[in-house]
Every structure is written in structure tokens, then in C-alpha cells.
């Protein structure tokens, strides 16, 4: 390219007065960046040792040439539009150029013009602090292509991914998390669990975070709850530590899978496991394992408890003359008598082929003649309904917990056996004495 210099008397004049300052022509030429300085037409009046070492161009091709030299036709023009209107404006103008240096080679430089102004206020000069960025602006487009990569990666993973640093903050998200969370990726940057999730979950999470950072050891297979926007979601966690370069800890990453279904499904076989299938009542393993906690309750509190057991009688007759699903009939109906006449926070049972257990709380002996009233009456309503092929008839016993003594559940069930027991001998008494008379 021919280069025809633009000379001026304003050229020489600055020059001469930057070789008249040694201070000041020192400090520009051991810049590090480049800078030139032009007149207000924009022709090149001074430039620094630097310039040639970016650019190629010596200081002497420069002078009096106008930055276009530079111009490599991959700079949008609405940049040097903008850069123009900014400048003339007074303002300092901040953008990058694409630009060519002597020998065609394509570089980026990050540049600062402002404008000059003389005593008089008048716009004389600009001047321009350039700087090469073409390694960082490719190291840059590297960083983002191996995060644009990373991203992808994670989000093939059906797991929640998540990054936090030493402060609880999020820095990553993968998209499986974000979408579960009804969230953007950028909701979740700089924000903590705190600002997400309720106090108490927010503090679990936080918990095993410190946990992980302290050890520097993984902490596998935590099940916990998240409330998310659609609801509370179980999820298995597993966090490790995250470490730099130097194999310093600055963050915990985590991978989270949804056992939401998974729970529900164990849930409900825990809950087939403690539910006799006849019935729909608890069974023998159901009962006990919440009549133990009730107890538990009640000696921390003082309440008493009641403990009723019940026997069908006769179950064996209506087996062997209407069949066993007549029997089976029989025992739903019974079971469905008792769960009528109990409150719904009391535990009732079916602990054997014909026999049921209740355990009220915080209930006294004085409730046992209510209770046992209420059963009579239903199995009495019952058997006098029209058409009936066989009666209903249970015998009763009650036991009575202290929770200021050592009684346990084997000792009440024992005692509600036996009262049961003397029952059920009453009744037979009373009836061989009237079949007599």
C-alpha cells in the first residue's frame, strides 16, 4: 500500500514539543501500549516506539498518514460512525477495531480516543491508547467454545449438576436443574440456597456444603427434600469438592437425582407392608410400629392411654356354615364397625383372623364405657338389618396405660387379652344358662 504523509505545521510543532519535554517523550516511548496522537483531521501527527512493534509500521511511514492505513475492512463501519460522533462530541470513545498491520496480519486492539483540547477550548487533537487483544480475545473465544462444550456435556445429564463456591453462592447450573427449578441458569448465578429454598432445607444443604469443604472428601447418597416451584421434589445428592489449579478447595460441585417416584413407590410398599389386605386396616407390624411411638409420646407428655382388644366370636361357625368368603365378609364388616366408632388420630388393627386391637390416646378409663358402647350399638344396628344370613358378636377388653409406670405395649395387650377373655366367658356363661332355662 502507498503511503502519501499529510504535513502540517501542527506535526512538526508537536513533535517538537514532545523531543523538547525528555520526560515526557521517556514516558511515551516506554509505554507499553500503543499510542498515537492525530490531528483534528485526523491525520497522524506523533506516534510511540510501541506503534511500530504492533503495528509494523515505523514512526516515520506513520506520521502524517492517517489511521486508515491500519484499516483491514473487518471493522463494521457503524464503529468508526459511533467512534466520530463520540469524539467530536468531546466525549471519549471506547470500542475495538479489527484491524491489518504492515506485512496482512489480522489483529484486535482494544483502543481509548479522546479528544484534545486547546486554551482556547477548541477541539485540536486526539489522542488514541491502543492495545494488541488479539490473544485474549482468542483465548476468550476458546474459553467460551470449552464452556459452550462443558454446557452441552452437562446438559445430556439427566442428573441435577450444580457448582457453589466457599460463600454458599451458585456459579453453575446444567439445564436438567434450571428446568426442574422452572428457572433460567442466570436466576441461579450469585444467588445461594437461602435465597432459594425454605430456612431450614436451605441450612441442611449449606450443612453438608461446610461438611465437603472441610474434609475435602465426598459426601455420597444424601437423600433429602427440595421444595421447588412445583412442590417438594426427594432427590439423592451426592457433593464433592471442587479444587483449582493448585489443588486449592474454592467450591463443592453436587449431582442430584429426582427419587421423587421412586419415594412415592416405597412409600407405598411400606405402607402395603403395615396394612392387613383383607381389611384395608393396619396390620400386626403397622400396629406395633405406631403404637410404640405413641407410647413413646405419651410418657413424655404424662397422657394415659387406652388400649381395647377385641375377638369375633363365632367366626368359625359362619366359616364352616356359609363358607369362608362369608367369613371374610363378616371380618370387613366388623373391621369397618370399628373403624366407625374410634376417632381418626386412634390406632386400630387387625392383628390376628379375628381379632382387633385399638389404642386411644390420651384417653382414661371413663372413655372405655363410650367406646365399648358405641361398638355395641353398631354391631346391634347391624344385626337388626332385615335379610341377614348371620350375627355380628365381639367381645371386648380394655387395658389402661400409666405413663408413670413401667407397663409396656406386650403387658398392655396381655392384660386387654385377658379382660377380653373374661369377656367372652361372661357371654357363654350367660348363654348356657339361658339355652338351660
Known amino acids: 500500500m502507498g503511503i502519501e504523509p499529510i504535513v502540517s505545521d501542527q506535526s512538526i510543532s508537536l ?17 507499553p501500549v500503543s499510542i498515537v496522537i492525530t490531528a483534528q483531521d485526523g491525520s497522524i501527527e506523533y506516534v510511540n516506539p510501541f506503534f511500530e512493534d504492533m503495528t509494523g ?14 484499516k483491514s475492512g473487518l471493522t463494521p463501519e457503524e464503529t468508526y460512525e459511533e467512534l466520530w460522533q463520540t469524539i467530536l462530541a468531546g466525549k471519549t470513545w471506547r470500542g475495538r477495531f479489527v484491524n491489518k498491520t504492515k506485512d496482512g496480519r489480522i489483529y484486535i486492539e482494544e483502543a481509548r480516543i479522546a479528544p484534545v483540547y486547546s486554551a ?14 488479539t490473544a485474549l480475545v482468542e483465548a476468550q473465544r476458546v474459553a467460551d467454545a470449552q464452556r459452550r462444550e462443558l454446557d452441552s456435556i452437562l446438559d445430556t445429564i439427566p442428573a441435577w449438576v450444580f457448582y457453589k463456591d466457599l460463600e454458599n453462592r451458585f456459579i453453575r447450573v446444567n439445564r436438567a436443574f434450571a428446568e426442574a427449578s422452572a428457572m433460567s441458569r442466570n436466576d441461579f448465578e450469585g444467588v445461594s440456597c437461602f435465597d432459594l429454598y425454605p430456612r431450614e432445607q436451605a441450612e441442611a444443604f449449606w450443612k453438608d456444603d ?4 472441610a474434609s475435602g472428601r465426598p459426601k455420597p447418597a444424601i437423600i433429602e427434600m427440595v421444595t421447588l416451584r412445583d412442590g417438594p421434589h426427594w432427590v439423592q445428592t451426592e457433593k464433592l469438592p471442587f479444587r483449582d489449579e493448585n489443588e486449592e478447595i474454592v467450591g463443592v460441585v453436587g449431582f442430584s437425582i429426582d427419587i421423587t417416584n421412586l419415594k412415592s413407590l416405597e412409600e407405598k410398599v411400606r405402607e402395603l407392608s403395615i396394612t392387613d389386605e383383607l381389611t384395608g386396616l393396619k396390620n400386626r407390624r403397622g400396629f406395633f410400629a405406631r403404637a410404640e411411638d405413641l407410647l413413646s409420646r405419651a410418657k413424655r407428655s404424662g397422657m394415659s392411654c387406652l388400649l381395647l382388644y377385641a375377638d369375633m ?11 369362608h368368603a362369608a367369613g371374610d365378609d363378616a371380618i370387613r364388616e366388623l373391621s369397618a364397625l370399628l373403624r366407625d366408632s374410634v376417632r381418626g388420630t386412634d390406632i386400630i388393627a387387625r ?12 384417653s382414661h378409663a371413663e372413655d372405655y364405657s363410650s367406646l365399648t358402647g358405641r361398638i355395641k350399638a353398631a354391631v346391634a344396628a347391624r344385626n337388626a338389618e332385615p335379610n341377614r344370613d348371620y350375627f355380628l358378636s365381639v367381645s371386648i377388653g380394655i387395658s389402661i396405660f400409666d405413663p408413670n409406670s413401667q407397663t ?12 377380653m377373655y373374661r369377656d367372652k366367658l361372661t357371654k357363654r356363661t350367660e348363654s348356657d344358662g339361658s339355652s338351660r332355662s
Open 313 to 323: 366370636d363365632d367366626l368359625k361357625t359362619i366359616n364352616d356354615t356359609f363358607g
Open 351 to 362: 392383628i390376628g383372623g379375628d381379632e382387633f386391637v385399638i389404642m386411644m390416646e390420651n
Open 15 to 31: 513533535n517538537t514539543f514532545i523531543d523538547s519535554s525528555p520526560i515526557l517523550k521517556s514516558i511515551l516511548a516506554a509505554s
Open 120 to 133: 482556547s477550548e477548541r477541539i485540536e487533537h486526539f489522542v488514541a491508547i491502543k492495545e494488541d487483544v
Open 57 to 70: 509500521y515505523t514512526i516515520r511511514e506513520a506520521i502524517g498518514c492517517n489511521p486508515r492505513i491500519l
Open 408 to 419: 409396656t405395649l406386650d403387658d398392655l395387650l396381655r392384660l386387654a387379652d385377658k379382660a
Open 210 to 213: 461446610k461438611q465437603v469443604i
